[in-house]
């Protein structure tokens, strides 16, 4: 398949619906709208970290990344159809001086609907483990960090497949985003900067967006991470109130996080597009962010991943894109 022509008609469709429309601030409500929901499926999101996992660390230059960057298109042409599936590549210049090649992957479902939302999640995973005490400088493998978010909205993509959401939902998987060393802002969220400045679709203004970051691990809390408050507020309360309804109100509790620079702070600050970031942590009693014990060391693999996490965020979502946007089409 012709990429190029992939991308035409994504342009051409999201030129026809958002060419004429001005980014608007507005309050979110998602109400019941008594829509069918279909059943997310823990096991499958279980077995898209397994697929992952067994592809070795998906650090940017490595085999590992090459290979799961294929098998991410194979997946979302599966489900999204070949025509409505893009990969925008990009380089950076690492650290070494050497110029290492990047991939931000977009799937579009339902492009007839000119009304949309945005997910996301990011691919990559840490190119070092600087929190383990056992070889620091080698790459993670990223079970939750990276390879949770990836799999919940695969198994979402499958479900849409199936089932074609009444809103139009645009998923991306953005690369580069734990590249940085510590300390080194400008080195981290590189897909989510790149796709920001360079938008594959001109005037590209969804309702919202929702970030996944690391939504698979055990003993895992969602706290309302602070930029997302910043930013988006009533989006954070309206989605915390759809988890505390369909019973997830403990791992979804309505209390401020902490700060956390993630692909979200960039859609926000460079795209205008009203983001928030679902990211397991907790807030500290110095206001910082506490990640969990295994966060960027070699324990980031499949032990520590929980289906019930993955179920709770997945149901959050599903019931979200099926059964709580009231569908406005704007005019044209």
Same mark, same amino acid.
């Given at each position: ?5 992939g991308?035409?008609?994504i342009?051409?469709?999201w ?7 001005p980014?608007?601030e507005?309050a979110f +409500? &998602?109400?019941?709208?008594g829509? #069918?929901?279909?059943? &997310? ?5 279980y077995?898209?970290?397994?697929d +992952? @996992?067994?592809m070795?660390?998906?650090?940017p230059g490595?085999? /590992? $990344?090459?290979d799961?960057?294929d098998f991410?298109m ?5 489900? =999204?159809g070949?025509?409505s599936?893009?990969m925008? =590549?990009?380089? $950076?210049e /690492? ?6 090649s990047?991939?931000? @992957?977009i799937?579009s479902f339902n ?7 945005? %997910?996301a999640?990011h ?7 600087e ?5 620091p400088?080698?790459?993670? !493998?990223?079970a939750?960090d990276? /390879?949770?978010?990836?799999?919940v909205l %695969? #198994? %979402?993509?499958?479900?849409?497949? #199936?089932n074609?959401p009444?809103?139009g939902?645009?998923i991306? &998987?953005f690369?580069?985003?734990?590249y940085g060393?510590?300390g080194? %802002?400008?080195?981290y *969220?590189?897909g989510?900067?790149?796709?920001? =400045?360079n ?5 590209y ?10 939504v698979g691990?055990e003993n895992? @809390?969602?706290p309302q #991470?602070s930029?997302?408050?910043?930013y988006a507020?009533?989006l954070v309360? =309206?989605v915390w109130?759809v988890?505390?309804?369909i /019973?997830y109100e403990e791992?979804f509790?309505k209390e401020?996080?902490?700060l956390i620079?993630?692909d979200h702070m960039?859609v926000?600050?460079q795209a205008?597009? !009203?983001?928030i970031?679902?990211?397991h942590h907790?807030r500290?009693?110095?206001g910082?962010a506490?990640f969990?014990?295994y966060?960027h060391t070699h ?5 520590i991943i ?6 709770a ?7 979200i894109? *099926?059964?709580?946007?009231e569908i ?5």
């Amino acid at each position: 398949m012709n990429k190029s022509y992939g991308l035409l008609l994504i342009t051409v469709g999201w030129i026809l619906v958002f060419g004429c429309r001005p980014a608007e601030e507005q309050a979110f +409500q &998602f109400a019941d709208q008594g829509r #069918e929901v279909p059943q &997310f499926n823990a096991d499958r999101a279980y077995q898209y970290i397994v697929d +992952q @996992l067994e592809m070795g660390p998906r650090n940017p230059g490595s085999q /590992g $990344h090459l290979d799961t960057r294929d098998f991410l298109m194979e997946r979302l042409e599966e489900y =999204a159809g070949e025509s409505s599936v893009f990969m925008q =590549a990009f380089e $950076h210049e /690492g650290y070494d001086g050497e110029p290492i090649s990047m991939y931000n @992957l977009i799937a579009s479902f339902n492009l007839q609907s000119s009304d949309r939302i945005l %997910l996301a999640a990011h691919w990559d995973t840490r190119p070092r483990a600087e929190n383990d005490p056992d070889r620091p400088g080698d790459p993670i !493998p990223g079970a939750d960090d990276g /390879g949770s978010g990836v799999a919940v909205l %695969l #198994e %979402l993509a499958r479900i849409m497949q #199936e089932n074609p959401p009444p809103v139009g939902v645009d998923i991306i &998987f953005f690369d580069g985003e734990d590249y940085g060393e510590s300390g080194d %802002l400008q080195n981290y *969220f590189l897909g989510a900067r790149y796709w920001s =400045a360079n938008p594959p679709v001109p005037g590209y203004q969804p309702r919202f967006g929702i970030l996944l970051d690391m939504v698979g691990g055990e003993n895992a @809390l969602f706290p309302q #991470e602070s930029y997302s408050i910043r930013y988006a507020p009533s989006l954070v309360d =309206a989605v915390w109130d759809v988890a505390g309804e369909i /019973g997830y109100e403990e791992l979804f509790p309505k209390e401020e996080g902490a700060l956390i620079a993630d692909d979200h702070m960039i859609v926000n600050r460079q795209a205008g597009i !009203p983001m928030i970031n679902i990211i397991h942590h907790r807030r500290g009693d110095d206001g910082n962010a506490q990640f969990p014990p295994y966060w960027h060391t070699h324990s980031d693999d499949i032990d520590i991943i929980d289906r019930q996490t993955l179920q709770a965020v997945g149901e959050l979502l599903t019931e979200i894109v *099926f059964n709580r946007i009231e569908i406005q089409e704007p005019a044209l």
